[in-house]
């Protein structure tokens, strides 16, 4: 059965640097596109960040402003995604997913709740 | 960037009815446009990919159509687990990856 499972400190004040985990289990992560989204509370989804298999193409959203910073240890089967000088509005429920065909997502991890707050 | 728009944002909508939801595209994307179906609470499930390509493991009763500009997503007869909000997402040009503003599909 495939996992994601995302993991990362949930309350953080403004200004301050996070890191988000997301662990796979049960498909070859090496071989797999990875992405991360985002989900404001009651707002809809926004990508974030995406990563190629080998980790050598990576993108962001342009509202980011290189705050972001998408990462992979194929050897430990993990997504990371490094926050730094967050704001309230990077709020959200972070997910990652797998890429898929025509650059589709097909399986989801179950979201980390992330609040930037003072 | 290319802007999705979904129509409608709300719906309603009887067990049984068919339903289309659309999406348009700013600019033509080709058939590079992925459906996904989200309930409260729960991560997105990917519906639909090229267009009209259905997911393994997702009931035919589920459709998608179109390319370039405008796309759409149709459920032949509504189950009550399909009570949910429905994001399209093209995935022609990157980045961003943007997705539709959502369309919450409710019971009538």
């Known amino acids: 059965e495939v996992q994601l499972v995302e993991s990362g400190r949930g309350l953080v004040q403004p200004g301050e640097s996070l890191r988000l985990s997301c662990a796979v289990f049960g498909l070859t992560f090496s071989s797999y596109e990875m992405n991360w989204v985002r989900q404001a509370p009651g707002k809809g989804l926004e990508w974030v960040s995406y990563i190629s298999a080998s980790g050598s193409t990576i993108y962001y959203a342009d509202s980011l402003k290189g705050r972001f910073t998408i990462s992979r240890d194929n050897a430990k089967n993990s997504l990371y995604l490094q926050m730094s000088s967050l704001r309230v509005e990077d709020t959200a429920v972070y997910y990652c997913?797998?890429?898929?065909?025509?650059?589709?997502?097909?399986?989801w991890g179950q979201g980390t709740l992330v609040t930037v707050s003072s | 960037d290319i802007q999705l728009t979904q129509s409608p944002s709300f719906l309603s909508a009887s067990l049984g009815d068919r339903v289309t939801i659309t999406c348009r595209a700013s600019q033509g994307i080709s058939s590079y446009l992925a459906w996904y179906q989200q309930k409260p609470g729960k991560a997105p499930k990917l519906l639909i990919y090229?267009?009209?390509t259905l997911q393994s493991g997702v009931p035919s009763r589920f459709s998608g159509s179109g390319s370039g500009t405008e796309f759409t997503l149709t459920i032949s007869s509504l189950q009550p687990e399909d009570f949910a909000t429905y994001y399209c997402?093209?995935?022609?040009?990157?980045?961003?990856?943007?997705f539709g503003q959502g369309t919450k599909l409710q019971i009538k």
């Open positions: 090229a267009a009209s």
């Open positions: 997402q093209q995935l022609s040009s990157y980045p961003p990856y943007t």
């Open positions: 997913a797998t890429g898929y065909r025509y650059g589709s997502m097909d399986y």
